[in-house]
């Protein structure tokens, strides 16, 4: 007798690719516990595997090294988590709110509720960064990037209010993405929630009121 013919697995390329993502974003979470437990210089490859839980090949093949997973940990803060980072920004439930709101001074107050979340994640990693940007010019370039991203963000949100007649008059778009960037740096963040203990609704109102008052020609 002929033996029967086994049918063939199929192969589960849906099932492949949702497991590499979790593997990548299992490392890029334990990366950026590693980086801010060691600092750049002492957050090794072979640590980063050991913390998720992979081999050191895995890291590899999952980022461009480890400049790349810094970049890698600094989105993933930015997002809420690596794999909501692959989302399209605008996407996002909370920048998505901020552009379907239509009263400009609702939609401050969208944009102000983010910030706090943002750079409570975010900050920390960015200071490491900072910390190791001065002697690697791949980090420079990174820092640099990171700038960019915020300011053309910003520069978006600031075309919005322009579009809908919000802003004062006397403000250019580009004006006004100065002052968004201005006042919702990290270094306002820093100084009054981190060194003078404000909470995040207090900082996240202070923000809204701020930017309503700076920039719309009607702030209410």
């Known amino acids: ?32 516990r590693v980086f801010l437990e060691r600092g750049y210089v002492q957050a090794t490859i072979p640590l980063i595997a050991a913390e998720a839980g992979v081999a050191v090949e895995t890291v590899y093949r999952s980022t461009s090294g480890k400049a790349g997973l810094l970049e890698a940990a600094v ?35 969208a944009y102000a509720a983010t910030q706090p979340g943002v750079w409570s994640r975010v900050a920390p990693l960015l200071r490491v ?8 010019e791949s980090l420079a ?8 991203q915020r300011l053309d963000g910003l520069r978006r949100l600031a075309r919005l209010l322009d579009e809908r007649g919000a802003l004062r008059p006397d403000l250019s ?34 923000l809204a009121v701020t930017l309503a008052h700076s920039l719309l020609a009607h702030p209410g």
């Open 1 to 32: 007798m002929m033996e029967k013919t086994r049918p063939r697995r199929r192969y589960d390329a849906p099932g492949r690719r949702a497991q590499k993502e979790q593997t990548r974003a299992r490392i890029v979470d334990a990366a950026a």
């Open 141 to 148: 370039a990174l820092r640099e990037a990171q700038a960019v």
């Open 75 to 109: 989105q993933a803060a930015l997002a809420g988590g690596a794999e909501r980072a692959e989302v399209p920004v605008e996407h996002r439930p909370g920048i998505a709110r901020v552009i379907e709101e239509r009263d400009p001074r609702r939609q401050l107050e």
């Open 173 to 206: 778009v580009e004006r006004a993405a100065d002052i968004l960037w201005a006042v919702c740096a990290q270094a306002n963040y820093d100084s009054l929630v981190t060194s003078r203990g404000w909470t995040h609704a207090e900082y996240r109102t202070w």
């Open 129 to 136: 960064l900072d910390a190791a940007a001065t002697a690697d």
